[in-house]
């Protein structure tokens, strides 16, 4: 015993912040299994559908009705029913259908949807298109339809990758933010530096870790949406993991930056959301930021999520190389030099 | 007294320091030497936590200096940091890992550490080192802070208020170990607002008040210099008038008379001639007691009469 070896503190620290970890259930909820359950519901809710039906009610009682209903059956994308007209109306309200037509005098009829809402307008033109050539309409240009349905462009090829950087953002800034406001708020800061830990080795050891929690995350829901929805890796592997790596780091240093000062958990969360809440609106996740204002474009493009998100879909579904992903990384680094340093100098360690 | 000058493990010379309003170090001058445990005893809000933590490098004086094993915390800060062992008010270690983990690391942080094995069985928490920490006692945990000040293998100890919320049992085990580190010729220092714990553990104790040392001595110094051994205290039945207090000082061996609250104290020298005499006094004066009792003089008592306070009122 006399002759036991002597550990490092960086691997003792970077040990100590695993177990934590491992051992904390939510934790690895929130880390593993929501993003999976959450790639899941919406790769089915948005998978290629060649059940893409379009839902329409035709309004009962007109004297048109019977004959509007069967020749929107004629075209088997749309599914029709016949309705009272209050009951046809609050299907549309709740998006139960996204039309509703209403048979009126001398065969004419009256289309009501949201014109706001893209599948309203769809299925104005299906169905206006469908009953059309029922009636007989001959249409003056000839036209075929070529589908492509290759992986990549698919909703959950778009998804996945914004969920990777939605899920190393909140990992990053709660992983590294709640365990040392915990730690200042315990009074266990104040011991550690009473002791002859270095301070280097205590923030590295953050750092570390995050290193393999972050692996260990990319892998598991990278993996699932490639076995599961076969989401396409077309990039250079080396440059996804760099991107993964950059992310983590960049975001671990946000969370130390906002967990610099503050006494209460309370107070940290508060902090964390604020800070994330606009990325989560602007940076892409679901659906595509460019849908934004231009006069906004600049500052989404300044944060750090949507350089994340950009640069992986780059890689992933663009194939593209460190060269294709230059001005992300920049925006990434940036971040993480700028988070880092002000976090170093206004660190309360008591 | 001893005058060595090379015997002071802490020498502390003129420390001030203060927060806002409050001037919570006023000028303190103080000497721990080697091998010995000194107490520094007062009611809270005094200045212990602050001048403690001055002298663990945790806080900067504003003026006045901390010489600790011969060294200064400007520059040497890291040399004196593996030389330390401390506990400090409050520390919570974290509740997910174990015993063991957690001496684990902080033995990782010094040169010439004990063994991990070994520093979990000098605080007896053999049966717990595999625990988590968030099911130990309060009295366990308070070991576990032991352990991770023995680590290190230090040569001087900071203790602050180490027993304050413990109960009986865990005072004592808490007590046994610093019996340890003074058995094996460590230097010690200690704060505490029990005044049986410093009787019991210092060599030597200073009296704290308001950022100063009031006395400073050994328990039984600070005792004798009430100049009486034992203390009366009684309380006249209830609707009565109180004694005539100048009758009573009159009394042979009758040291000091003091009136609190309708109850009255008594110093005295010898217990078996001053009770008969006081209650003959009584007596004469026509006063029925409701209580009485009696007790030998304690750091307590030596508190009230410098201050005129009790050490546990706010």
Known sequence: MKTEHRDRPLPQLTLVRLLEFIREPEAIFWTFGFPILLAAGLG??????????????????????????????????????????????????????????????????????????????????????????????????????????????????????????????????????????????????????????????????????????????????????????????????????????????????????????????????????????????????????????????????????????????????????????????????????????????????? | METETNGAALRVRALRKSYADVEAVNGLDLDVHEGECFGLLGPNGAGKTTTIEICEGLLEADSGTVELLGRAWKHHAQALKQDLGMQLQETQFTDKLTVRETVRMFRSFYRDPRGVEETIALVQLEAKANARVGQLSGGQKQRLAMAVALVGNPKFFFLDEPTTGLDPQARRQVWDLVEGFKAAGRSILLTTHYMDEAERLCNRVGIMDRGKIIALDTPRGLIASLGAEHVIEFAPAEGQRGPDEEALRGIAGVRAVRAEDGHFQLHVEHLHAAVPAVLAELDSQGVTLAELRTHSATLEDVFVSLTGRHLREN
Not at chain 1, 271 to 279: C, I, K, S, V
Request: hydrophobic fraction near 50%; glycine fraction near 10%.
């Open chain 1, 44 to 350: 089915i809710a948005f998978r290629n559908k060649p059940a893409d039906i379009v839902k329409v009610a035709v309004v009962a009682g007109e004297s048109g009705s019977a004959q509007v209903a069967s020749w929107l059956r004629r075209d088997k994308a749309l599914q029709v029913e016949v309705l009272p007209e209050h009951e046809a109306n609050l299907a549309l309200r709740t998006g139960g259908v996204s039309l509703v037509a209403v048979p009126g005098a001398e065969g004419g009829v009256t289309w009501r949807y949201d014109d706001t809402n893209p599948d309203g307008r769809s299925a104005r033109l299906l169905a206006d298109d469908v009953l059309q050539r029922a009636a007989g309409r001959k249409n003056v240009v000839p036209v075929n339809d070529d589908r492509d349905r290759a992986p990549g462009s698919r909703y959950i090829d778009f998804l996945l990758p914004g969920l990777l950087g939605m899920n190393m953002m909140g990992d990053g800034m709660w992983g590294i933010g709640f365990s040392i406001v915990d730690a200042r708020r315990r009074k266990l800061l104040k011991r550690l530096i009473a002791s002859p830990m270095q301070r280097a080795d205590y923030l590295g050891s953050y750092l570390l870790s995050r290193i393999v929690i972050v692996t260990t995350e990319i892998a598991v829901i990278a993996g699932f949406g490639t076995l599961v929805f076969h989401v396409p890796f077309r990039g250079p592997f080396p440059v996804f993991v760099l991107i993964c790596l950059i992310s983590g780091f960049t975001f671990s240093a946000m969370g130390l930056l906002l967990a610099s000062r503050v006494n209460t958990i309370e107070a940290v969360s508060g902090l964390m959301n604020l800070a994330m809440l606009p990325m989560w609106v602007l940076s892409g996740v679901f659906f595509s930021s460019s849908r934004f204002p231009d006069f906004l474009q600049p500052f989404i493009h300044a944060l750090p999520l949507t350089a994340v998100v950009d640069a992986l879909r780059t890689n992933m579904l663009q194939g593209g190389g460190v060269g294709a992903i230059g001005l992300p990384l920049a925006t990434l680094a940036a971040w993480l030099v700028a988070s880092f340093t002000v976090a170093l100098r206004i660190f309360r360690w008591r």
